[in-house]
């Protein structure tokens, strides 16, 4: 993946706070702006990005990934597969939770069969569909039978966090937000937790890993743009997340704050309900018909012509971004570098409207997130009016992402826009969440609202799901994002850019394509 970088050729990010005495740092408090937030402090609640950036500071991970998602060691040492369906970890020895106790293999297990128990707004059984049952070999030997070959269960385990057995499989909410159940391993003690405000985190000295050079960390939630960079300036935190383009591009000449811009792993992808009944009828000339337009490949195929990508990257995201041909780069495994641009086309696109029996188009609402991504607001708006050029009528309804995605889940939209970012690397993650037919049974299309079902894309997301050998594997997700693409299962518009910004020359970070701001990778500069 290329990446841009303002000061010098390696993506580091000068974040904040950090006063050298003596070649050693002395205790000090990082205080972070950030867009969002935890919706809850179980960390096996919610599948958002922002729910696991702010829980990696108090629970580890079993695998976990580095800055540009290659796996790595975490609270699991190392990992092998020891038959066609079962994965062998073993686990750190000598690893204390917050309380004191020690790490076995016995928390692991109960964290992974914690997960299906737990009810939350976007169900993290998506990294566990693969388990089958699991098996403690000894007191640091995990055995996890599959339900079948899984040769990208580790990927998955870089969001399976470890909790203590010991908090038991009743606790819920209510327990883990006060602190009680707020067991882990990480380089972060829970202090408190205001929903939708402060997040305070106070340094784990057991911690197993390096040493963190902040004693006090306090993550603050301020989904407004405007806020955010005022809290920068004035000096009420000492970094921020998600800079506005409007903003980077007027920070790019203050001498006070360094500016940082990197690809991210996260695309905003419109999705289409395609089932026979939409929640809300489209109209026609005003009034309501009972027939769903999006199942029409033509109506989807128009509405893809209609957006003009290049100018959602040039104007509303003032340069920050790309225009996305698939729901992931083309670098990761399963991308399909063939794939070509999606071409601007609007008189195909109201020629494809009027074969499709709409010559003047029809009214649908559109629904967004407006806090969740960088320009994710705008774009929504954007695409409102370039299908408003194509004769469509498309109410654009811009939600905070604690209201859209509850929704989003339960089916209540016709037509939506969201972001998505394949956190694990590999095409398994995003195609078969969001465009296998949705299937408890085998585990896939946990994400598919929509009511897309294709039996090709299905029969090749299940083979490539068992099939340990890369190269084929990697040529049977290539055809699904072929096929899936091509049918218009969701239509990608953008692969986002993230700007971080922070006071001039304090710190040091490595930037991540997932976005994510981790105070334990903020080194202060030396």
């Known amino acids: 993946m290329k990446q841009n970088f303002k000061l010098g050729g390696s993506l580091v990010a000068a974040l904040v706070l950090g006063t050298v005495l003596g070649g050693s740092v002395s205790a000090q408090t990082l205080t972070m702006g950030l867009r969002a937030g935890p919706d809850s402090i179980d960390p096996h609640w919610s599948t958002l990005g922002s729910q696991a950036e702010a829980l990696r500071h108090i629970f580890d991970t079993l695998v976990m990934s580095d800055e540009n998602l290659g796996l790595k060691p975490g609270l699991a040492t190392s990992w092998k597969p020891i038959d066609d369906t079962t994965w062998e970890f073993k686990i750190r020895e000598g690893v204390k939770f917050h309380d004191g106790s020690e790490l076995t293999a016995e928390d692991v297990k109960f964290s992974i069969d914690r997960i299906p128990v737990v009810t939350g707004p976007m169900s993290m059984t998506i990294y566990t569909k693969q388990v089958a049952e699991t098996k403690v070999a000894d007191k640091y030997t995990l055995h996890v039978k599959t339900k079948a070959s899984a040769p990208t269960l580790p990927n998955d385990f870089i969001r399976l966090f470890v909790v203590s057995k010991s908090v038991g499989m009743e606790a819920r909410n209510e327990q883990f937000n006060s602190g009680k159940a707020a067991i882990g391993t990480g380089p972060y003690k829970f202090v408190s937790w205001e929903?939708?405000?402060?997040?305070?985190?106070?340094?784990?000295?057991?911690?197993?890993?390096?040493?963190?050079?902040?004693?006090?960390?306090?993550?603050?939630?301020?989904?407004?743009?405007?806020?955010?960079?005022?809290?920068?300036?004035?000096?009420?935190?000492?970094?921020?997340?998600?800079?506005?383009?409007?903003?980077?591009?007027?920070?790019?000449?203050?001498?006070?704050?360094?500016?940082?811009?990197?690809d991210s792993v996260?695309?905003?992808?419109?999705?289409?309900?395609?089932?026979?009944?939409?929640?809300?009828?489209?109209?026609?000339?005003?009034?309501?018909?009972?027939?769903?337009?999006?199942?029409?490949?033509?109506?989807?195929?128009?509405?893809?012509?209609?957006?003009?990508?290049?100018?959602?990257?040039?104007?509303?995201?003032?340069?920050?971004?790309?225009?996305?041909?698939?729901?992931?780069?083309?670098?990761?495994?399963g991308g399909n570098k063939n794939l070509p641009e999606r071409p601007y086309d609007l008189a195909k696109a109201k020629q494809l409207l009027a074969d499709a029996g709409y010559p003047k188009g029809f009214e649908i609402d559109f629904h967004c997130t407006n806090n969740r991504l960088p320009g994710d607001g705008a774009v929504c708006e954007a695409l409102s009016q370039m299908w408003a050029r194509a004769g469509l009528k498309v109410n654009a309804n811009a939600l905070n992402g604690t209201v859209f995605f509850p929704a989003q889940q339960k089916g209540e939209f016709s037509l939506w826009m969201s972001g998505w970012g394949t956190l694990t690397g590999e095409a398994?993650?995003?195609?078969?969440?969001?465009?296998?037919?949705?299937?408890?049974?085998?585990?896939?299309?946990?994400?598919?609202?929509?009511?897309?079902?294709?039996?090709?894309?299905?029969?090749?997301?299940?083979?490539?799901?068992?099939?340990?050998?890369?190269?084929?594997?990697?040529?049977?997700?290539?055809?699904?994002?072929?096929?899936?693409?091509?049918?218009?299962?969701?239509?990608?518009?953008?692969?986002?850019?993230?700007?971080?910004?922070?006071?001039?020359?304090?710190?040091?970070?490595?930037?991540?394509?997932?976005?994510?701001?981790?105070?334990?990778?903020?080194?202060?500069?030396?």
Do not use: C
């Not at 929903?195 to 301020?222: A, C, H, M, S, T």
């Not at 005003?286 to 957006?307: H, Q, S, T, Y």
């Open 428 to 526: 398994s993650y995003t195609y078969g969440s969001l465009v296998h037919t949705a299937d408890p049974q085998v585990g896939l299309g946990a994400f598919n609202k929509q009511g897309y079902s294709n039996p090709e894309v299905d029969k090749l997301l299940q083979e490539g799901a068992r099939t340990m050998d890369d190269p084929k594997r990697r040529a049977l997700f290539e055809k699904v994002t072929e096929v899936s693409m091509n049918d218009r299962a969701l239509i990608p518009t953008v692969q986002i850019q993230t700007v971080w910004a922070a006071k001039k020359g304090m710190v040091t970070i490595p930037p991540r394509v997932d976005q994510e701001t981790l105070a334990y990778e903020i080194k202060p500069k030396s």
């Open 195 to 262: 929903p939708k405000g402060d997040l305070v985190l106070e340094r784990f000295d057991g911690y197993w890993g390096e040493k963190q050079p902040w004693q006090k960390v306090i993550r603050k939630e301020i989904p407004s743009d405007p806020a955010r960079m005022a809290a920068l300036k004035s000096g009420q935190v000492d970094l921020a997340n998600y800079v506005p383009a409007t903003d980077y591009a007027a920070m790019q000449k203050d001498k006070s704050v360094d500016t940082f811009v990197a």
């Open 266 to 333: 996260y695309f905003l992808n419109i999705t289409p309900n395609v089932k026979e009944t939409l929640p809300k009828k489209v109209k026609v000339d005003g009034k309501e018909i009972e027939a769903n337009p999006l199942r029409d490949p033509k109506v989807r195929e128009a509405m893809d012509l209609a957006i003009d990508r290049k100018t959602l990257v040039r104007v509303v995201l003032e340069g920050l971004g790309r225009p996305a041909n698939q729901l992931m780069p083309a670098s990761f495994f």
